[in-house]
């Protein structure tokens, strides 16, 4: 039985392009970036020509590109660093309530630590309120931190305008933005939208995992959360993945040469799917989003009645993957926070699934999901209504 794969959103397959890449450096240019002979000067080269891809598609300077483990220690390095650097000047920090767990736990961390944590709402949709945003942040504001894409239901925050009210109200205050869900789906321009920080993961745009990037503008400051060698002038030390960060560059440079058609192919799949699901299904909505806003490669649907996590184990018994949220809080036991922001029950929230997809999926595997929940949605309502009888 033929595998389809709508769990993007938590990882992605990696690409042949980016395998064959990392490949060669394993076994040939291993060399220590570090060392000053011919094979560390070989090691420090691929860096820099990753260094030089991210400059170009960002449009940012090279040496404003720190290379981590992933999106959850950028995100941690750049919360973190900035709060440590800067609480002499102020101790308040804002972000929202429909951050990934990588940064709203940091923040709940910081809190303890005795930092002041201001939490933006959002609406039906996950839109956050911009009013609010801007009468929070005060003359001791050190950062704000907002998730571009949200991982669980694709809402799209308006990080121009964002980045725009917040130097208006206090030119001081550091943005960070999470841009894991972001980057590879659309264009990002972190200086024209005055970000000063900006989250990147490679896996979730077919390269490796274990491995991430921050972009940091040349004039903030961050603290290490490393110490050692004094890598990535001091800002992460440990002797660079050379491997992983050649694969991150090189997924980065055919996810962003592919960007207009794939952003298009995979907006058709989103709607395809949900046409599908919304003429054939009874009881179906959107959460998040419509879906002309949303991002392009995630939805995220709430089948009335339905048990999401029975729903998806069904699926799975026809090898279709998809998921009931945020990979990083799967196994934890709560509600998601960002579904319950929206408004919805926990009820509801147990029943909702999100689909995400890549460049690889195709309209005969949306076709196929749709025929299979067309099958498999009517049987376990059934089984569920003969259940409150009993």
Not at 217 to 225: M, T, Y
Not at 363 to 386: H, S, T, W
Request: charged letters at 25%.
């Amino acid at each position: 039985m033929e595998e389809i794969y709508f769990d993007n959103a938590a990882t992605s397959q990696p690409s042949s392009k980016v395998i064959d890449k990392m490949i060669d450096i394993l076994t040939k240019d291993y060399g220590n970036p570090s060392s000053l002979h011919l094979k560390g000067l070989e090691a420090e080269r691929h860096i820099k020509n990753t260094s030089k891809i991210f400059s170009s598609i960002l449009k940012v300077e090279e040496d404003e590109i720190i290379y981590t483990s992933g999106g959850t220690e950028s995100n941690n390095l750049a919360i973190i660093g900035t709060a440590r650097s800067y609480q002499r000047r102020g101790k308040h920090i804002i972000t929202s309530k429909i951050e990934h767990p990588s940064v709203y736990q940091v923040f709940n961390y910081l809190e303890e630590e005795g930092f002041e944590v201001s939490y933006i709402e959002n609406d039906s949709q996950g839109y956050i309120d911009l009013k609010q945003l801007k009468n929070e942040i005060r003359e001791d504001t050190i950062l704000v931190s907002i998730i571009h894409v949200n991982n669980e239901i694709g809402t799209i925050q308006p990080i121009s305008q964002i980045g725009e009210i917040i130097k208006t109200v206090n030119t001081n205050t550091i943005f960070h933005v999470d841009g894991v869900q972001s980057f590879g789906k659309m264009p990002i321009t972190p200086k024209k939208w005055k970000v000063d920080l900006f989250s990147i993961s490679s896996h979730k745009f077919h390269g490796p995992k274990g491995v991430g990037a921050l972009y940091k503008n040349k004039d903030v400051r961050l603290r290490p959360l490393l110490f050692g060698g004094g890598q990535q002038k001091g800002l992460r030390s440990g002797t660079e993945n050379v491997p992983a960060i050649v694969g991150l560059g090189a997924a980065a440079y055919e996810i962003y040469n592919e960007l207009n058609e794939n952003r298009s192919h995979i907006y058709r799949l989103k709607n395809l799917l949900w046409e599908g699901i919304s003429n054939n299904i009874e009881d179906v909505s959107i959460n998040g989003p419509n879906i002309k806003e949303g991002s392009p490669h995630i939805i995220n649907i709430l089948f009335k009645d339905i048990k999401g996590e029975v729903l998806l184990h069904a699926l799975e018994a026809k090898n279709i993957f998809v998921s009931t949220g945020s990979a990083c809080s799967s196994n934890q036991p709560h509600p998601s926070d960002t579904l319950k922001s929206l408004g919805l029950t926990n009820e509801e929230i147990q029943s909702s699934l999100r689909f995400s997809f890549s460049k690889y999926n195709t309209e005969d595997e949306v076709k196929k999901c749709i025929q299979e929940l067309v099958n498999i949605i009517p049987m376990l309502r059934r089984f569920k209504a003969g259940g409150r009888h009993k």
